[in-house]
């Protein structure tokens, strides 16, 4: 992140708990690591090859390269995101008949998290200007990249564990090069983990 603030707080709680869920009664070799806890499930070949394709064409998207976007691109990323939103929508129609599936709710966490962005982008945008002039807009640009760059990091964190489920090594790759860590926990409302 650019300030190492977190802007606001990604809600995942309802997938976190449906993925919790599933991951009960869908056990498997597939390691899956997620915010609060990691499960192991199991995946068919529908599921794996959605996996690839949702892989190949988010990894190297330049909205979410933090050295490719430049401080006089907000629109373009806005537009981009938009993009990529709309990818993941079509991927959950292709799955729609499994809203329980692995990939169905990574896809879910991600283009939750690109709506809440979005929320945070809004507020900030039309938030009354109480310093004046100059001063409000480089604040608002510098929140709008510390959000970005939140955002970054929780859309390569689930790619990382799409990628996991379609069988493809992305560690090297494009911008989950850049994102590749442990969750950042305190980013997340909190989620409390039941017993098993």
């Known amino acids: 992140m650019r300030s190492g603030a977190i802007p606001f707080q990604f809600d995942m709680r309802d997938v976190l708990t449906k993925m919790r869920r599933i991951a009960k009664n869908r056990e498997g070799t597939v390691a899956l690591n ?98 004046g002039g100059g001063a409000r807009e480089s604040r608002v640009r510098e ?17 990382i564990q799409i990628a996991a489920i379609a069988g493809i090594d992305v560690a090297g790759v494009g911008l989950i090069r850049d994102y590749n860590g442990p969750w950042q926990v305190e980013a997340y409302e909190a989620f409390e983990v039941p017993d098993r």
């Open 34 to 131: 997620l915010p609060f806890f990691s499960v192991s499930i199991s995946a068919d070949d529908r599921e794996k090859q959605i996996a690839r394709e949702l892989v190949i064409r988010i990894k190297d998207r330049r909205v979410l390269n933090a050295s490719k976007c430049c401080d006089n691109c907000i629109d373009q990323a806005l537009a981009s995101l938009q993009e990529i939103r709309r990818l993941l929508v079509d991927k959950q129609v292709a799955l729609s008949d499994m809203p329980g599936s692995p990939v169905y709710l990574l896809i879910e966490a991600m283009a939750q998290g690109i709506r809440q962005f979005f929320t945070y982008e809004q507020r900030l945008v039309n938030a009354p200007d109480r310093s």
């Open 143 to 159: 929140e709008y990249f510390d959000a970005l760059e939140f955002l970054r990091v929780h859309i390569s964190l689930c790619l």
